[in-house]
């Protein structure tokens, strides 16, 4: 007989410009605390609060994602948002997320805990703890914030918000930019398929524009600058 037990997934979302070993155990720290099945992976399509801001195109975020996880069963990638036209917006992305898992299946919507003080920045963020449980992870130099701060700011949050510490790798994907534009290395901070990935593209070899303004925000990347 099929079991009957629901599905708990985990969703991270992210620009991932490019994805980085702070990304991956972040999600394999949630997997492993809040008991989930998998966790999969949304790299941003087209971010509405990096408007104007260049970000790698998506095809290629895609790809590194893809290698990123070919040797991590419990990690999972989606092209939801990339394929999706117009803006990116994250109660979209649950939304289809929700119908496509079904109602019995338990999502838990991964984020920095930086990005938790910025959420009523998001579009309609109270509509978040309606399809999913909010998990906010902390990160080196973060401040916490606790549930009952959150659940002061949005009432709909009771029982639909965790906390959990995260990894402390010290990674920024504008640090990881930055390296590669002065020729140095990155095998510190990226598996070893993605760095190949970037060498043979030759991704990142321009000086960066300055992409610091929105990394915190309702852009599918729930992580900040330190896990961008």
């Given at each position: 007989m099929a079991s009957t037990t629901p599905h708990r997934i985990g969703i991270l979302g992210g620009t991932f410009d490019p994805i980085h070993l702070g990304h991956l155990a972040i999600a394999e720290a949630a997997r492993d605390r809040l008991d989930l099945d998998r966790v999969i992976l949304i790299p941003a399509g087209r971010p509405w609060l990096k408007s104007g801001q260049q970000v790698t195109s998506a095809d290629h975020r895609l790809a590194m994602v893809k290698l990123a996880v070919e040797d991590r069963p419990e990690l999972e990638v989606s092209s939801i948002e990339i394929e999706r036209p117009g803006p990116t917006y994250t109660v979209d992305t649950l939304a289809e997320m929700r119908d496509e898992k079904g109602n019995e299946a338990e999502l838990y919507f991964i984020l920095g805990m930086d990005s938790i003080r910025e959420l009523r920045r998001w579009h309609e963020p109270e509509r978040l703890f309606d399809m999913c449980t909010v998990v906010a992870v902390s990160r080196p130099d973060s401040v916490d914030i606790s549930t009952a701060e959150i659940e002061c700011e949005f009432p709909v949050a009771h029982d639909r918000i965790k906390t959990i510490r995260g990894p402390m790798l010290d990674i920024s994907a504008t640090d990881i930019?930055?390296?590669?534009?002065?020729?140095?290395?990155?095998?510190?901070?990226?598996?070893?398929?993605?760095?190949?990935?970037?060498?043979?593209?030759?991704?990142?070899?321009?000086?960066?524009?300055?992409?610091?303004?929105?990394?915190?925000?309702?852009?599918?990347?729930?992580?900040p600058d330190r896990h961008e």
């Open positions: 930019r930055q390296r590669i534009t002065d020729s140095r290395s990155i095998s510190d901070s990226v598996p070893p398929p993605v760095e190949q990935y970037i060498h043979e593209h030759s991704l990142y070899v321009a000086a960066p524009n300055r992409r610091e303004a929105a990394d915190h925000a309702d852009t599918t990347l729930r992580l």
